[in-house]
């Protein structure tokens, strides 16, 4: 069946009170359906709670990069304690949940889904990150990236931030922000930074209308304080700070 109007969803990292204030504002909405780009459930919060209301959701759902680094190996020495702490909160059918996800998908006719790039879960495909920083990539490397995807419309994430870029043969690649994580510090390939400034719950409403497609990014409120205080807890002060200001520096790495 072919859906001209869907919800959008991505980085939610275990951001059970992000993940609910954003469902809630879907259906206030009535937007009936929902795909989800990815990185679900990693993160020192609340991957089990997150992943009960994710998976009876049965909604269309890509694998992103720390998706597929909580079910592969090595699983015992070596790990960080955030990703012990996620596997240890995980039961069996949310592990084959997510051993089960693809790369890729093509949702309602319309659309491409993918977490990073359609070839790698782990890179932007909007971002080129260097030493000098992270800047938009120019339109022709944009199209031979997204190459062979003939959707009029490309769905990603990974970087977390909001944006919408219009290709030279008209389709749009669309990344709805994050619901779960405003903000981080990253250091590969480069250190650099992504944020969106304020601590809201981002997703994107994505539409066909008369004059082509209209694209919603919303700003979700919800209880930032109570997500914060849980990654304190859990021995991540950084993601305490980017959960309740939405910015990243050297400070928080």
């Known amino acids: 069946m072919a859906e001209t109007r869907i919800a959008a969803i991505s980085d939610v990292h275990g ?6 204030a954003v469902l809630e504002d879907i259906e206030r909405r009535s937007v009936r359906h929902v795909v989800n780009l990815g990185d679900s ?7 089990a709670g997150t992943a ?8 269309p759902t890509v694998r ?3 998706d597929r680094v909580v079910v592969e190996p090595p ?12 596997r240890e909160s995980l039961n069996a059918v949310h592990l ?14 319309h659309f491409t889904l993918c977490h ?5 879960d782990d890179e932007y495909l909007l971002e080129e990150v260097s030493a000098a920083g992270v800047s938009l990539r120019d339109p022709g490397t944009l199209m031979a990236r997204v190459s062979g995807l003939p959707q009029p419309v490309l769905l990603c994430g990974h970087d977390h931030v909001p944006r919408t870029v219009r290709l030279p043969d008209d389709r749009l690649i669309v990344n709805p922000g994050s619901v779960g994580l405003p903000a981080y510090a990253d250091d590969v390939p480069f250190p650099h930074v992504m944020q969106t400034g304020t601590p809201h719950a981002r997703y994107s409403i994505v539409s066909r209308v008369e004059a082509g497609w209209r694209i919603e990014d919303i700003a979700v409120p919800y209880d930032w304080e109570a997500a914060a205080a849980r990654a304190a807890e859990n021995g991540r002060p950084d993601w305490a700070a980017w959960l309740k ?3 990243a520096d050297d400070t928080h790495r």
């Open 64 to 66: 992103g990069n720390e």
């Open 245 to 247: 200001t939405g910015r």
């Open 15 to 20: 951001n059970r009170w992000a993940l609910e």
């Open 75 to 86: 699983w015992a020495a070596g790990v960080s304690p955030t990703l012990a702490y996620v």
């Open 41 to 47: 459930l990693y993160g020192p919060l609340d991957p």
């Open 52 to 59: 009960r209301i994710l998976l009876p959701l049965d909604i």
């Open 116 to 120: 990073g790039s359609p070839e790698r």
């Open 96 to 109: 084959r949940w997510l051993e089960g996800l693809e790369m890729t998908l093509t949702a309602y006719d």
